[in-house]
C-alpha cells in the first residue's frame, strides 16, 4: 500500500499496472485487475480494448491523489463478473454496484484509510450517473448534486474521464461534452440553496403525518426534499409553515 500511494501522489499508478502485469506481479498484488485482462468489452462503445486496457487509459487522465487514482483503477473492477453477451453485444449489467463491493474487499486488504474506502467507494457506484444526465429535470440534477455531496467534484472528474476514455469506433470519445453540459447546470443550480437536512426533521414528519418511526418516514422526509426543490428552482426557500401544509397536502390528511 504505502509503495502504490507513492506512486499514486505522482500520477504514475497505470504506468506501474502495466508493468506489474508485464513482469508477472500483478496477479499477486492485484489478481482483480489482472482479472479484467482480455475481457471484451462492446466495440461500440469500446474500440480502446479490452477493460484492463480501458482502465489504465482512465487511470492515466486520472488526477494525482489517492480517491481520484484508486477510483479510476476500480471503477470497472466489477465488469469481469457482470459479463453477458446478448445478441452482438456484450453488456456488463450491475457492474458498478459488483464494483464498489469490491473496491471495499480490495482496499480493505491493502489496509487503506477507511475514510478513502468510503470516498472510493461513493465515487465508483455513481462513476455512470453523469453519463445519463443529458435528459435529467432540475430536481434530477439536484438530486445528484445532494447524493453526491462532498465527492461530487470526484465523481465528475471520474465521469468526465471515463468518458473521453470509452472510444467509438472511429476511435473518438463517444460521450463528448456530457459532463461539461452537467457542470453547468450545476453551476445554474448552486444559485438556489441545496440542503442536505430537509427543514423538518424526522420527528417533526411523524408528528405531522402521525407516522411511527418505518421506512414510510423516510419516503416522506423523500418527499420533502422533492417539495423544498421545487421552491427552490423557482427561487423560493420554504419556511416550516409551508414545508407542513406540503406534506399534510400531498398525503391528503
Partial sequence: ???????????????????????????????????????????????????????????????PTIVAQMSALLHDVGKPGTQSIEGDRIKFHGHEALSTEMTEVIMKRL???NSDIIKVKKIVLNHLRAHFSKDWSDKAVRKFIRDAG???EDILHLNEIDGDSSLGPDMKPVKV???ENLRARIKEQNKFPIKKVSILNGQEVMLTLGLKPG???????????????????????????????ELLKFFKI
Wanted: net charge negative; hydrophobic share 40%.
Fill in 177 to 179: 461534452g456530457i459532463v
Fill in 150 to 152: 462532498d465527492e461530487l
Fill in 1 to 63: 500500500r504505502d509503495e502504490l500511494i507513492k506512486v499514486m501522489n505522482m500520477g504514475k499508478l497505470s504506468r506501474s499496472v502495466r508493468f506489474m502485469k508485464a513482469t508477472g506481479l500483478l496477479k499477486h498484488v492485484l489478481p482483480e485487475i489482472q482479472a479484467m485482462d482480455k475481457v471484451a468489452q462492446d466495440r461500440i462503445y469500446h474500440s480502446e480494448g479490452d477493460v484492463f486496457n480501458h482502465s489504465c487509459l482512465v487511470l492515466e487522465k486520472a488526477n
Fill in 215 to 245: 421506512k414510510d418516514v423516510g419516503e416522506a422526509l423523500n418527499k420533502l426534499k422533492d417539495i423544498e426543490d421545487d421552491y427552490a428552482i423557482t427561487g423560493k426557500e420554504i419556511s416550516k409553515e409551508q414545508a407542513t401544509e
Fill in 111 to 113: 489496509k487503506f484509510e
